[in-house]
């Protein structure tokens, strides 16, 4: 009993490295790949494939890998259920599908969201889904095998003016779980949560105005700060206490999705929407916060990517970009086509980003020239972001067929 103690404890303590994938936009929470980490660069439906399993259901979450599992959610809007899916990771097998909720689903959402659109989280003991139900964000706590160890209320989202449904992801910071419920009511806010017991350990009051932003944790004079763009501001908060530490108003849009990016050597952090006004910004992370260069190009609900002093985008109308961190130049655009809702990562020296019609573009993160690497095909639509590990990269993606949709996950490589 002592011997398997001292295994758990050693498995639990080192559930999350360096090929683990445990939340949204990754250990470092930037969307980049760790050092070392390689990817392909082409594949198809038919080869390039490690292996391809269907999901049941439908959900944009991302894939979360923590040691030999894959963690996604999923909702039947037909069955009205909302699910904790999870994976082998070296075969693809389906091991448990868990029913988290049977009912409570929103009557409306956007025609191009899901029920189950929140990667899930994980500190390498628990795993946290995060769904909208009866007009609440509720988060529920796993163990590793699905079992489920506590659920909770958090706050309410109940929009009134857009009933458009729920995006944000829930994120662990410092021993923290921490979420955002922005919508027109009173429990508009940010909210800290205890991961073993699921109590509340602080809220902030946001503006009570739809808005659909993940808080990115970025590091500002070797602190973390949880940055909120959206709501006409660029906000800073205490992950600790909750206490707000800086607001900019009247810049960004009503409404963002994406979640804000940083170059820590600038001391900057960028942030693009949105609704009803399209923007690309910098603004200062220290000092009077100004801001430092603003565009008009308009990336709503995928975020930003940040390398060596560059800022990468896949815009709306399909083209992507990169800019001059410090100065915002624009130093390339190219065309790539379709539509994009999935964010762009950087592996190596190459960036994936999947449009809405199901092609992963790659390209080299390189300052000087758009140079392509790749143009990939599967399905006929793309909203989760790729997740990297292993040499590979493991995806989610939908297909139509017979008239009816049918999602895939599959590990892209050998």
């Known amino acids: 009993m002592r011997f398997f103690s001292i295994a758990l ?10 090929q683990d994938w445990p939340q949204w936009r990754g250990p470092t929470a930037d969307n980049h790949a760790a050092p070392g980490a390689t990817a392909p660069v082409a594949w198809s439906e038919d080869s390039g494939l490690a292996w391809k399993t269907p999901v049941p259901g439908r959900g944009h979450s991302s894939p979360t890998l923590v040691g030999d599992r894959i963690y996604l959610i999923t909702a039947d809007e037909s069955a009205q259920t909302q699910s904790l899916l999870i994976f082998d990771r070296s075969s693809g097998e389906l091991l448990r599908e868990v029913l988290t909720h049977r009912g409570g689903l929103a009557a409306r959402i956007h025609p191009n969201n899901t029920h189950a659109s929140s990667t899930v989280a994980s500190d390498g003991e628990r795993v ?3 769904f909208c139900n009866e007009d609440a964000a509720i988060v529920t706590a796993y163990d590793l095998a699905g079992d489920k160890l506590w659920q909770k209320r958090v706050g309410g989202f109940d929009p009134q003016q857009f009933q458009f449904g729920f995006g944000s992801s829930p994120r662990l910071v410092d021993g923290l779980l921490v979420l955002s419920t922005e919508y027109d009511g009173p429990e508009s806010g940010l909210y800290a949560v205890d991961p073993a017991t699921g109590d509340t350990v602080w809220s902030a009051p946001r503006v009570k105005e ?4 993940t808080p990115s944790i970025t590091p500002v004079d070797g602190e973390k700060q949880l940055l909120m763009s959206g709501n006409y501001s660029v906000s800073s908060y205490d992950p600790q206490s909750g206490k707000e530490l ?3 108003e009247d810049i960004t849009a009503r409404a963002t999705c994406g979640t804000m990016v940083w170059d820590k050597s600038l001391g900057l952090g960028f942030a693009s929407g949105g609704f009803p006004d399209p923007f690309t910004l910098a603004i200062e992370l220290g000092g009077d916060h100004k801001v430092v260069w603003q565009n008009s190009v308009k990336c709503y609900e995928q975020s930003l990517l940040a390398a060596d002093g560059h800022v990468y985008a896949a815009s709306d ?16 655009k190219s065309r790539l086509g379709g539509k994009f809702s999935s964010s762009p990562l950087l592996v190596g020296k190459a960036i994936y980003v999947t449009s809405e019609q199901g092609t992963t573009h790659v ?7 758009f ?34 949709r049918q999602e895939y996950l599959v590990a892209i490589g050998e």
């Open 210 to 213: 739809l808005s659909y932003s």
């Open 371 to 404: 140079v392509r690497l790749g143009e990939n095909q599967l399905g006929d639509s793309g909203f989760a972001t790729p997740t990297p590990a292993d040499g590979r990269l493991y995806h989610r993606y939908g297909k139509t067929e017979g008239g009816k």
């Open 246 to 248: 800086w607001s900019v």
């Open 317 to 332: 109308n399909g083209v992507a970009y990169c800019w001059r961190a410090g100065d915002g130049k624009e130093m390339w």
């Open 128 to 130: 946290f889904a995060l």
């Open 9 to 18: 404890a050693l498995f639990l303590a080192s559930a999350v490295d360096a």
């Open 363 to 369: 390209f080299e993160a390189n300052p000087e020239r």
